[in-house]
């Protein structure tokens, strides 16, 4: 019976892990799992098993950088749970998008008991800093190939895009933001002595001091060289799977840039960009003349490459975080 309990609970993580992998799979079409396996019987194993190594150190690197966020808030977590929980963070969020940020902060909150709240405040640091070297890559990246992207563009996606649309729903967010943020001031004193508003304020302070760890950084240039190592890694991992085809193997490092910025639009629409990735790849890559098919190959290279890790080290991370959680107790 001692044993028991423990059991039970790597038990119900690793039925978790399953379920995730299973989850993406189940959404894979026949024609979607055909190209998978396709893609595997042409690539050259060799830069596949380095693209994956590429795309774990990046994830490495965000958890050192994750880390020196939390420096400043007066928390020294260890590296291995911060990693880890990165990874479980990866792995969550092939299930549901934005699972994976609040699971790596509960893991940590349980394992290295870093408030929930401040720790998801440094993240939303962390995903500001990514959105902002992300638009400034992509600016770059249209405008030294401004006129090969507007005609692609103009020609594909002209009668694809409806402006007054997203004019309308635009006037509407800012209308109901608005009326919210009145009422809320209208009603403050009224409200600002019961328990969910001083919940809700006490989780907006936590946030708060988590974002302003940027302000309190030891050494603000390596937070820097590590965020764009991150971006560098991602780029790498793009030329080596372009070195898996033959077909691809021929496309410039310029080119990686510009194909990892399109792909990074992929989880932004779909969990873990599921499905969508190998489309923007190959409507990316047929930019550059390479066929729709061998484009879906290189899309589903990359797809499996960036998926491997959060399989493998997410699963593991559930297990280690269940086996910790115990032995703390």
């Not at 028991?4 to 894979?28: D, E, H, S, T």
């Not at 020196?68 to 749970?81: A, D, F, I, R, V």
């Not at 800012?174 to 004193?189: D, N, Q």
């Not at 840039?257 to 047929?286: D, N, R, W, Y």
Request: charged share 15%.
């Amino acid at each position: 019976m001692r044993y028991l309990k423990p059991a039970i609970r790597i038990i119900i993580f690793f039925a978790l892990g399953v379920g995730f992998i299973w989850w993406f799979i189940a959404k894979l079409s026949k024609d979607e799992l055909e190209q998978l396996f396709s893609s595997f019987t042409n690539a050259n194993y060799f830069w596949f098993a380095v693209a994956v190594l590429i795309n774990i150190l990046s994830h490495y690197i965000r958890a050192i950088r994750w880390r020196q966020l939390l420096s400043p808030l007066g928390y020294k977590p260890k590296l291995t749970p911060v990693f880890l929980s990165v990874m479980c963070g990866y792995l969550a969020n092939l299930a549901v998008p934005r699972l994976g940020e609040v699971a790596r902060c509960g893991l940590l909150r349980t394992n290295q008991n870093i408030p929930f709240e401040k720790a998801a405040g440094t993240v939303i640091i962390e995903r500001a800093v990514d959105t902002i070297l992300f638009a400034l890559i992509l600016f770059f990246a249209f405008v030294f190939q401004f006129d090969l992207f507007k005609d692609y563009i103009y020609d594909n996606f002209r009668d694809k895009i409806n402006f007054d649309n997203l004019k309308t729903f635009a006037i509407y967010f800012i209308i109901g933001l608005s009326l919210f943020v009145f009422f809320i001031l209208l009603l403050r004193k009224k409200i600002s002595h019961t328990k969910i508003f001083i919940k809700i304020k006490d989780i907006i302070l936590g946030l708060l001091q988590g974002m302003k760890s940027i302000l309190k950084l030891e050494n603000p240039l390596l937070f820097i060289f590590n965020s764009l190592l991150i971006w560098a890694l991602w780029i790498l991992g793009t030329y080596i799977i372009f070195l898996c085809l033959p077909e691809t193997m021929l496309l410039s490092f310029k080119i990686a840039i510009i194909i990892t910025v399109f792909g990074a639009i992929g989880p932004i629409i779909t969990p873990g960009g599921i499905g969508i990735f190998p489309a923007i790849i190959a409507e990316s890559l047929a930019i550059y003349g390479i066929l729709k098919p061998i484009g879906y190959a290189s899309g589903w290279l990359m797809w499996i490459v960036s998926q491997i890790g959060s399989l493998v080290l997410g699963l593991f991370g559930f297990i280690y975080f269940s086996y910790k959680k115990h032995h703390l107790k």
